[in-house]
């Protein structure tokens, strides 16, 4: 039987569950009671799980769903594709909405975070819920929404290479991130398999609306 505790973080989106120590080898009742919490709050956090490898990060994640490779272009951690190593030296981060590398033809159920080193102040990571964004638009702008397709891609925007702390370095990973060019498209509105729900596919990945002039893309 499950002994997870579950504390809602914000009214919308987020929770953190314990009672857990994650790892391959959880039952199937706490599994399925952490993909339900996962689909209704669509953030979970799990605390104190210093006990955690790259391994059984993997392990975990694989109780999910079966893992898809990190990232198509930047190195894996360690030679394991389903890790992607987080540390963004010298003053480098990720300062713009996204959702994980929607420039593919199937992006992932979910990404799995481990923090291994946690700064003092700062270095914090938001999320959005983007079915409470689609349920609260109008009922024209859901119209309009529902009709959309977006084009995804990793094309790299080298204006912003300019502006950050160490330009040096952010050309250097911006041309790793985009050595292999994808460009795919998504409907704005994802119908979530499982619950039914409809939300916002859109993010910095997202370049332009299918069938719109630039301006009006740009516009929208």
Known sequence: ???????????????????????????ADVVA????????????FFRAQDHLDTEGQVAFARLL?????????????????HVLDLDYKGGQKVDRWHTDVTFVDRP??????????VPEVGGDTLWANT???YEYLSAELRDLLDRLRAVHTNQYD????TASDNPE????????????LFETEHPVVRVHPET?????????????????????SAAV
Do not use: C
Request: proline share 6%; aromatic share 2%.
């Open 33 to 44: 009671e952490i993909r339900s919490t996962l689909l209704q709050r669509k953030v979970l």
């Open 196 to 216: 039914g729900e409809r939300s916002i596919l859109l993010g910095d990945f997202a370049k332009r609306l299918v069938g719109l002039a630039p301006q009006a």
């Open 131 to 133: 079915v409470t964004a």
């Open 65 to 81: 769903g079966e893992p898809t490779t990190a990232h198509p272009t930047v190195p894996a951690l360690n030679g394991n594709t």
């Open 158 to 161: 080298y204006v912003r290479v």
């Open 108 to 117: 992932p159920l979910a990404s799995v975070l481990r923090a291994v080193t």
């Open 169 to 180: 370095l952010a050309r250097e990973q911006a041309e790793i991130f985009a050595s292999t």
């Open 1 to 27: 039987m499950s002994t997870l505790s579950t504390r809602h973080v914000s009214a919308r989106i987020g929770s953190e569950i314990s009672g857990v120590r994650l790892g391959g080898d959880l039952p």
